[in-house]
């Protein structure tokens, strides 16, 4: 048993964040119906790295989904969806604010054939205020929600990781509204609305940015590989041209590390008493731990630091993690295979100990269960499939 066996879930988003999201609640049991315009269907079939047409990406994020495809923009699609939405549990959708209701199948309209429904929205900048219909992808939300601005070096254009951390981080909000609804809903009877904003997805990061602005009028500005306000904790260069990082801002850790430098000299200086010491110190202190850094491998460097119990350790790629034994140890790769070909995906966090998450299977092809969720779930006949088929509605 999974913890969301038995949920049915209908996911029509494309790309990244709806998807997302349907990824992390099948991956814990949910039954997710993925429904793809037909012809292409979801963009990131093709997107990125492919082996014989089939992205890697589709692999991992499509896994445990089942695949129909239906014409949302035809009204026989839409009353075909209204059908499959009165037998559900939970929606997901990132279209553009408005679309669902211009099709007539929003939260309103669904809500009186199906007052359960928990119906989940996900937009560059939700579904309310000035900026709610205006194009948001994650990069300019990134940007809009305050992220980018902290990201980088002073002094040069702001950067983003070679990643879509915006969608990601959306699809993991609208995945903990679905479940805090749920269990809203085994105490009422009632489904909800979830309103996630990719900005301010990315909003949740700022920690303390905005109080201390509020509070002091301190606008925080990128610090490149440090942290403003904590120290020691940078990236550090080895002899062997390696970086390594070194997080030893704690009173404690930061005299370990000393010890691990054999710099009794800069512990016993009282003005390094403190984290705020360090931090009016911090370029001197960071020459010190770079320069001791130069002298050694990043091994020896980080065997050094592990024996002190100093927070440290390598820039981890790909091919590191996956000879790693702490990923494998944790069950970090899940082996799987697409057109003949074994590839291993991520798995999804959290980790439960009486009822983890798992991949059945990666993601399918376009349409592959149309003939099976139409038949059980709406109980059409074969004739009636074939001819939605011939139609271009499925």
Not at 56 to 73: E, G, H, M, V, Y
Not at 126 to 143: D, H, R, Y
Not at 232 to 247: A, L, M, Q, R
Not at 262 to 283: A, H, L, T
């Amino acid at each position: 048993m999974r913890p969301l066996d038995g949920l049915k879930v209908l996911e029509i988003g494309q790309l990244l964040a709806g998807p997302f999201t349907g990824t992390i609640l099948g991956y814990f049991g949910a039954e997710v119906i993925k429904i793809e315009p037909p012809g292409k269907g979801d963009p990131i079939r093709e997107w990125r790295e492919t082996y014989k047409g089939t992205s890697f990406w589709w692999a991992s994020l499509a896994r445990n989904k089942k695949c129909i495809t239906l014409d949302l923009r035809s009204e026989k699609g839409r009353n075909i969806f209204r059908s499959l939405a009165s037998k559900a549990d939970v929606i997901i959708e990132n279209f553009k604010p408005g679309t669902m209701e211009n099709w007539g199948i929003d939260p309103d309209k669904l809500n009186a054939l199906n007052d359960r429904l928990i119906y989940a929205r996900i937009s560059g900048y939700g579904q309310t205020g000035p900026f709610a219909k205006k194009a948001g992808f994650a990069s300019v939300c990134e940007a809009f929600g305050g992220f980018r601005h902290v990201n980088g070096f002073p002094n040069q254009p702001p950067v983003r990781p070679n990643l879509s951390i915006g969608d990601t981080l959306a699809g993991i909000h609208a995945a903990l509204g679905v479940l805090l609804a749920y269990i809203q809903r085994e105490k009422d009877g009632k489904g909800q609305v979830i309103d996630v904003a990719i900005f301010e997805a990315v909003f949740n990061l700022l920690e303390a940015v905005i109080p201390e602005y509020s509070g002091n009028g301190i606008i925080r500005q990128p610090s490149g590989s440090t942290i403003t306000g904590i120290a020691p904790t940078n990236t550090y260069e080895c002899k062997d041209k390696k970086f390594i990082v070194i997080g030893a801002n704690t009173d404690s850790m930061f005299k370990r590390l000393t010890e691990a430098m054999g710099r009794p000299d800069i512990q016993k200086n009282k003005k390094f008493d403190s984290n705020k010491g360090r931090v009016e110190n911090q370029k001197e202190l960071d020459d010190a731990i770079a320069s001791w850094t130069n002298s050694l491998s990043s091994s020896d460097a980080l065997r050094m630091l592990d024996e002190k119990s100093v927070a440290a350790g390598p820039i981890l790629d790909a091919r590191d993690m996956a000879k790693h034994p702490q990923f494998k140890a944790r069950n970090l790769f899940q082996n799987v295979s697409i057109n003949g070909k074994e590839i291993d995906i991520p798995a999804i966090i959290p980790h439960l100990s009486r009822s983890p998450g798992k991949t059945d299977h990666p993601g399918k092809k376009l349409g592959e269960d149309n003939d099976h969720i139409f038949s059980e779930m709406l109980e059409m006949q074969q004739e009636e499939i074939d001819k939605l088929k011939k139609d271009g509605i499925i």
